[in-house]
C-alpha cells in the first residue's frame, strides 16, 4: 500500500522566516510527486516532481525530490500571511493512472 | 488552464435521504475523474476513480452501493450518496485527469443532519 508521511504536522512562524516542509513516501511504482496548497477549498496544484536533484522553482517556493531517499521538501522563503494554508505532498503510481496518494499535510500559519 | 466545477458547493440533508453531487470539467475531456472524501483535518483520501463510460473502481473499505458513481460523459461525473447519514458529512472534492496532471473542484461540503 502507497504511503505518503509528511512532517512536521503544523508550524507557525513569523512573517519573512523560511521554512522546509518534509514529505517521505512509499509507493511501488512512481511515476510523480506533487505538492499541492489547500486553504479553504479544493487543493490547488504547486508542483510535480519526477527526477531526482532538479529543483522546481515558482516565485518564494521551491521544491526538490531525492528518489534514492525517498523524500521531497517544499520550501517557503520569505513566507508572507497569505502562505498560511495547509500543504499536502501527494505520490501518484504507474500502476493506474494519475491515482494519488495523499499525506495528512502539514498545517503553515504565518504570523505577523 | 483547466477548470473542474462542482455542485453544489454546499448541501444539508436530513439523515435518510440522497444528495448528487456534480464534477465537470468545463474546458476539457476527461477520461478519468477522481473522487475523495476529506474529513475536518485530515487528508484526502480516495474513494474512487470514475471512468466514462464504465463502472467506477473503488477502494477498499468504500461501499459502491452507498456512493454511486456515473460518468455518462467526458465532461461530467456525478457521485450521489444514498440514504446519508451523520457520519457520510464530510468535504467531497472530485479531480479530472488532463495528461499526466489533475485539477480538483472547489469541493462540496454536505452536512447531515
Known amino acids: 500500500e502507497d504511503k505518503v508521511v509528511q512532517s512536521p504536522l503544523s508550524l507557525v512562524v513569523h512573517e519573512g522566516d523560511t521554512v522546509t516542509l518534509n514529505c517521505s513516501y512509499e509507493?511501488?511504482?512512481?511515476?510523480?510527486l506533487l505538492w499541492y496548497k489547500q486553504e479553504k477549498k479544493a487543493p490547488t496544484f504547486l508542483f510535480m516532481l519526477?527526477?531526482?536533484?532538479i529543483e522546481k522553482k515558482s516565485g518564494r517556493l521551491s521544491s526538490i525530490l531525492d528518489k534514492k531517499e525517498l523524500f521531497s521538501i517544499l520550501n517557503i522563503t520569505a513566507t508572507q500571511t497569505g502562505d498560511s494554508a495547509v500543504y499536502l505532498c501527494?505520490?501518484?503510481?504507474?500502476?493506474?493512472?494519475?491515482?494519488?496518494?495523499f499525506g495528512t499535510g502539514t498545517r503553515l500559519q504565518v504570523t505577523l | 488552464g483547466a477548470v473542474v466545477s462542482q455542485h453544489p458547493s454546499r448541501v444539508i440533508c436530513k439523515s435518510g435521504t440522497s444528495v448528487k453531487i456534480e464534477c465537470r470539467s468545463l474546458?476539457?475531456?476527461?477520461?478519468?475523474m477522481f473522487w475523495y472524501r476529506q474529513f475536518p483535518k485530515q487528508s484526502l483520501m480516495l474513494m474512487a476513480t470514475?471512468?466514462?463510460?464504465?463502472?467506477?473502481?473503488?477502494e477498499q473499505g468504500v461501499e459502491k452501493d452507498k456512493f454511486l458513481i456515473n460518468h455518462a460523459s467526458l465532461t461530467l461525473s456525478t457521485l450521489t450518496v444514498t440514504s446519508a447519514h451523520p457520519e457520510d458529512s464530510s468535504f467531497y472534492i472530485c479531480?479530472?485527469?488532463?495528461?499526466?496532471?489533475?485539477?480538483f473542484g472547489p469541493g462540496t461540503r454536505l452536512t447531515v443532519t
Open positions: 509507493v511501488t511504482n512512481f511515476r510523480s
Open positions: 474546458d476539457f475531456q476527461a477520461t478519468t
Open positions: 519526477t527526477s531526482s536533484g
Open positions: 479531480s479530472a485527469s488532463y495528461g499526466y496532471e489533475q485539477y
Open positions: 501527494a505520490v501518484e503510481n504507474t500502476g493506474t493512472a494519475s491515482k494519488l496518494t
Open positions: 470514475s471512468n466514462e463510460g464504465s463502472k467506477a473502481t473503488y
